[in-house]
């Protein structure tokens, strides 16, 4: 049986210090996707990614320090991975560019929008949150004493999808990486020391979509519905009955609302 993703070779790029692994899905616009804290681009779920690749030409990548990018030893801050998506864009020879951020992804996301706005035609922030300190404390508030990282499944998803997918083994795609605990820390520390000032985020004059669960105890609707608040041209939806990991749940569903957002950035004639 084959795999969309691993269908598309790896390749690389150098950004700075880093050799950025990536892979291109599709043609025509670009989106690029950034992954959750502790994921790879392995993780992304296959129907979102097919889903858009249908339309648009989807790049995924590993951030640095993890999966088949280098970096273990590189500095990890909102800001330097920004910068990574920075100079992946420009060696890819792309710009400007759709962005799809899940959790931290969305950080950058909004990093990349703030830093290099030149870069970024759209946004979409799906589990968002503008308060690095706010994620931090909740995550951290779910790790056992004696295994901090990982962060358990009933943390991600509500009771109801837990009971219909009691291992998740139907809902997590195969990894091509083991889990990298001391990779999830550094990003873990990244969100908590990350800040994004209203004076920032009004600067933000490209369009938003943010993606928030109903029953997201990591990224609350709250947290969406107060960035919303600061950005100029910015959306809110709430996905009833999701999680964090509500690309997972309802991924047909977010595709749906991304491309319907999409749509609507193009030229109309």
């Keep these: 049986m084959t795999d969309l993703l691993t269908d598309h070779p ?7 210090p880093v050799r950025t692994a990536y892979r291109s899905i599709g043609s025509g616009e670009p989106i690029l996707m950034i ?19 249908q339309e648009y030409r989807v790049i995924i990548y590993d951030i640095r320090g993890t999966g088949y ?33 899940y959790s931290l992804g969305s950080m950058i996301g909004l990093q990349l929008a703030v830093s290099h706005p030149d870069l970024v035609s759209s ?28 962060i358990p499944p009933r943390a991600r998803f509500p009771p109801e999808f837990l009971n219909e997918h009691p291992d998740l083994s139907d809902v997590f795609p195969p990894s091509a990486h083991p889990v990298n605990i001391p990779a999830i820390l550094r990003q873990l520390d990244a969100i908590g020391a990350w800040e994004i000032s209203d004076e920032a985020l009004a600067g933000i004059s490209k369009p938003v979509l943010l993606l928030t ?4 105890c990591i990224t609350p609707v709250e947290d969406g519905e107060v960035l919303t608040s600061h950005l100029n041209d910015a959306t ?12 997972y749940q309802v991924p047909d569903q977010i595709a749906a609302l991304t491309l319907d957002f999409l749509y609507q950035q193009k030229p109309q004639r």
């Excluded at 790896?10 to 700075?16: C, E, K, P, S, Y």
């Excluded at 990018?69 to 998506?85: H, K, W, Y």
């Excluded at 809110?236 to 690309?247: A, D, R």
Aim: charged share 15%; aromatic share 6%; with cysteine.
């Design 236 to 247: 809110c939806v709430e996905v009833p009955g999701g999680g964090h990991g509500m690309m």
């Design 69 to 101: 990018s280098s970096g273990e030893n590189a500095e990890v801050s909102i800001q330097a991975m920004a910068t990574d998506a920075c100079l992946l864009l420009k060696g890819l020879g792309i710009s400007p560019c759709h962005i799809f951020g």
């Design 10 to 16: 790896v390749h690389h790029l150098q950004t700075g």
């Design 123 to 150: 946004l979409v922030l799906c589990s968002t949150s503008r308060s690095g300190i706010s994620v931090y404390n909740r995550i951290t508030s779910w790790f056992d004493p004696e295994n901090p990282g990982i």
């Design 35 to 53: 992954m959750a804290m502790g994921g790879t681009m392995s993780g992304w779920d296959r129907r979102l990614i097919s889903q858009f690749s």
């Design 213 to 216: 669960g109903e029953e997201d």
